[in-house]
């Protein structure tokens, strides 16, 4: 079963424009991360929020936690060509420090 | 620093056929996990190992699916008899730990059950 969903599940942008993806979660967590997918590749994580945090950036790429509404925001700006792939939202949760991954958003930027 | 190994990248057999994977996860990460994902999902986890030990398998369809981590090191993937419903990617992932640490994911093998 998926704890996460994503939204939008598809989404399609001009290059240099924001591309912002939503992930929604059902129980407490320890943690939320975000990887990519590219094309028939395995999975890369792109970064980490602890359930303590509420914003956290990495590069082009910057990540929103409100635990009150169990949401999440991944945001990435001055989109490329290159970032065109599937983006997951997994989240830690409970003692079994297992990985939930949602369904995932799948991004196209067209040059 | 070569990263999680899997083969075959992709396998094509006959329903009622068997069927292994194998994964070499990164040196030194104690914790490897196996995950389904099927088309346009996220992957679902089959099973983790903490070293040689299966510590998570309650997701894994233990009347065809077995799996074994020799020496806490490489692992595989069985499933016998293959069905229809198998068709899927595979995907090995490893961890320093299991404390919630980040996860470095193999490419996956492609499952065409015929």
């Known amino acids: 079963s998926q704890q996460g969903e994503e939204d939008p599940q598809a989404l399609s942008i001009q290059e240099g424009e924001n591309a912002t993806m939503n992930c929604s979660y059902k129980?407490?967590?320890?943690?939320l991360q975000w990887y990519r997918q590219n094309s028939g590749r395995g999975l890369v994580h792109l970064i980490l929020i602890r359930s303590n945090e509420r914003e956290k950036h990495s590069g082009r790429l910057r990540v929103t936690l409100d635990t009150s509404k169990k949401s999440s925001s991944l945001l990435i700006t001055a989109s490329r060509a290159a970032d065109t792939a599937s983006y997951f939202c997994?989240?830690?949760?409970?003692?079994?420090?297992?990985?939930?991954f949602g369904s995932g958003t799948q991004l196209t930027v067209l040059p | 620093e070569a990263g999680v190994v899997q083969s075959p990248r992709y396998k094509i057999i006959e329903k009622k056929q068997p069927v292994a994977f194998w994964c070499n996860p990164i040196s030194g990460h104690n914790t490897l996990y196996w995950y389904l994902q099927n088309l346009g999902q996220g992957p679902e986890l089959l099973i983790r190992y903490e070293n040689e030990e299966a510590v998570d398998d309650s997701q894994l369809p233990k009347d065809r699916f077995s799996a074994e981590r020799l020496k806490g090191v490489d692992s595989t993937l069985k499933i016998q008899p293959a069905e229809l419903g198998d068709s899927a990617v595979y995907l090995c992932a490893s961890s320093l730990d299991v404390t919630g640490d980040t996860q470095y994911f193999g490419p996956g093998t492609r499952l065409t059950v015929l």
């Open positions: 997994a989240t830690d949760s409970g003692s079994a420090r297992q990985l939930t």
């Open positions: 129980t407490s967590i320890n943690n």
